[in-house]
């Protein structure tokens, strides 16, 4: 799949739509989160399920593919809501849009919302990102 | 291993059962492969070193899971399908960092067929500052309950 173009801070509005995202969560895809987190309950390998933090980490890559961050960008805050079992082998397409965007004094203020479907357009996940990022040429 | 918890006999101020991660940059580095998320800060000691933060970081993502983690084993598949966390990131973790991750119920109610149990939840270093905190929420169905 190709990389999007990546979008600059400053021509993000409250609003602004990312183009989705798919991945395919094969086997390969889950292990390596399994393994980078050390993730030993028995649920997810005996019943071939998918730990809702790895569709988390996608949905997450999916917006750093899309926005290009300054360095100094401290991700703050993240609320998620895990909505449905999502198996080894279903393929998600990750949503992202925009909620707010603030300037305050030398820092930025973004909130991302994401939402991710499964190949059903059933919603597995939601959540909320929040981001403070520098402004240009500042690092905090 | 499913659920450690009996969800039919959850008390208010029940801890969930804690548990402990090393932070190591290897590590780090296989959660940036898995995540996709190739930020320096985190994969890049040379370049880490010369930012404010003095150092590689852990990406908070990684810690969070961590809580996943603790919520799974606490409440099995209920946490799959009903589970949400409210958190905020107040410290990094850097390599070396011993983690502490915890919780204990807040509250439970009942609502609309289902259990709402609301868990506070913390990840500390072993100098006892907060990495994360918030709140963890599972909705256990009804018709799961004895």
Redesign the interface.
């Given at each position: 799949m190709p990389e999007p173009t990546k979008v600059e801070y400053h021509q993000l509005f409250a609003g602004f739509e990312f183009p989705p995202q798919n991945y395919a969560l094969d086997n390969p895809?889950v292990s390596?989160?399994m393994?980078?987190?050390?993730?030993?309950?028995?649920?997810y390998r005996n019943e071939g399920?998918v730990?809702?933090?790895?569709v988390?980490?996608?949905a997450?890559?999916s917006l750093?593919?899309a926005i290009s961050?300054p360095?100094?960008t401290?991700?703050?805050?993240?609320?998620?809501?895990?909505?449905?079992?999502?198996k080894v082998g279903d393929t998600i397409t990750c949503f992202s849009k925009i909620s707010r965007k603030q300037d305050r004094g030398s820092l930025h203020l973004m909130n991302t919302d994401i939402t991710v479907l499964n190949q059903n357009q059933e919603k597995i996940l939601t959540g909320k990102v929040g981001f403070i990022l520098p402004a240009a040429g500042k690092?905090? | 291993m499913g659920a450690e918890l009996d969800t039919n006999a959850l008390k208010i101020g029940q801890c969930l059962p804690e548990i402990r991660k090393q932070i190591t940059q290897e590590e780090i580095n296989l959660y940036a492969k898995a995540s996709r998320d190739f930020n320096p800060i985190h994969i890049d000691e040379e370049f880490a070193k010369k930012t404010p933060l003095g150092g590689t970081i852990a990406h908070g993502m990684l810690v969070l899971a961590y809580i996943s983690q603790m919520m799974v084993n606490s409440f099995g598949k209920e946490w799959l399908t009903g589970g949400g966390l409210n958190v905020r990131f107040k410290a990094p973790a850097r390599p070396g960092d011993l983690i502490s991750i915890q919780g204990k119920i807040r509250a439970i109610r009942e609502e609309a067929e289902q259990t709402i149990v609301s868990c506070d939840v913390l990840c500390s270093n072993q100098k006892n500052d907060a990495v994360i905190n918030g709140e963890a929420i599972v909705r256990i169905k009804s018709e799961n309950l004895n």
């Open positions: 895809t390596a989160y393994e980078a987190t050390k993730e030993t309950n028995d649920i399920l730990p809702p933090m790895a988390t980490a996608l997450m890559a750093g593919a961050m360095p100094g401290i991700h703050v805050s993240q609320e998620l809501e895990f909505l449905k079992l999502v690092i905090v | -």
